[in-house]
C-alpha cells in the first residue's frame, strides 16, 4: 500500500509569484485534504476534495485554489504570494466524507521572500 | 476562544516516565477525536482515532474523550526517548466534509 506523497519537498520563491504543490493520495482513498501550518501552530484547514469537486473550504482568500484529478491525486495553487504564505503545506487523504481517517503526506514547506 | 485548547508545552520528562497530554475544546458538534505525533519538519502521523467518548488503548498509548467535560487526553507509558515530538489533538464534527480541527500542538522532550 503507498501512502500519501507529495512534491516538491522545499520551494522558495518571491512576494508575488504563483506557486503549484502536488499530492497523491493513499490508494484506495477519493478525498484529498489540505491544510497550511505555519510555525509553532497547529495545521489549518484550507479546503478539500472529494471526487473531483471542491467539498468544503476553510477561512483562506480565493487566490488559493485547488484541483482533483480522476485517480483522486491533487494540486493546491497559491496566486499573488505574500510573506505569510511561508509555512509547511499537508496534503490528506481519506476514503469518504465523513469523519474517517486522514492519512498526512510529508509536506512541501514553502518560503516566501 | 479557540475551538481546541492544547498547552504548547514543552514537557520535559525523564525515559520510563508516564506522560499526559490534553486538549480542551468548545464546539459540542465534535465527535470523532485523534491524535498525531509529528517529528521536526515531517507531516503528521495517526497515533490514536476514537469515536465520542471512553477510552481506547494501543500498546503503549491511551486515549480518553470525555464529552461532558469536552476534555481529551493521550497517556504514553514507558515513555522513550523516540517519543520525543510534537503531539497534536484534532477532531471533527463530520457536517458533511471531514474537516480536522488541530490544537496548536504540545512538544514532548524524554531524556535517557
Known amino acids: 500500500e503507498t501512502g500519501v506523497t507529495q512534491s516538491p519537498t522545499h520551494l522558495i520563491k518571491t512576494r508575488g509569484q504563483q506557486v503549484t504543490l502536488r499530492c497523491s493520495s493513499q490508494s484506495g482513498h477519493n478525498t484529498v485534504s489540505w491544510y497550511q501550518q505555519a510555525l509553532g501552530q497547529g495545521p489549518q484547514f484550507i479546503f478539500q476534495?472529494?471526487?473531483?469537486?471542491?467539498?468544503g473550504r476553510g477561512n483562506f482568500p480565493p487566490r488559493f485554489s485547488g484541483l482533483q484529478f480522476p485517480n483522486y491525486s491533487s494540486e493546491l495553487n497559491v496566486n499573488a504570494l505574500e510573506l505569510d504564505d511561508s509555512a509547511l503545506y499537508l496534503c490528506a487523504s481519506s476514503s469518504g466524507q465523513g469523519g474517517e481517517t486522514q492519512y498526512f503526506g510529508p509536506g512541501t514547506r514553502l518560503l516566501v521572500l | 476562544q479557540k475551538e481546541v485548547e492544547q498547552d504548547p508545552g514543552p514537557l520535559s520528562v525523564p525515559e520510563g516516565a508516564i506522560v499526559s497530554l490534553n486538549c480542551t475544546y468548545s464546539n459540542s458538534a465534535f465527535q470523532y477525536f485523534m491524535w498525531y505525533r509529528q517529528y521536526s519538519r515531517k507531516g503528521p502521523e495517526l497515533l490514536m482515532y476514537t469515536y465520542s467518548s471512553g477510552n481506547k488503548e494501543d500498546g503503549r498509548f491511551t486515549a480518553q474523550v470525555d464529552k461532558s467535560s469536552k476534555y481529551i487526553s493521550l497517556f504514553i507509558r514507558d515513555s522513550q526517548p523516540s517519543d520525543s515530538a510534537t503531539y497534536l489533538c484534532a477532531m471533527s464534527a463530520n457536517s458533511g466534509y471531514s474537516t480536522l480541527t488541530f490544537g496548536k500542538g504540545t512538544m514532548l522532550l524524554v531524556s535517557p
Open positions: 476534495y472529494y471526487r473531483e469537486e471542491e467539498n
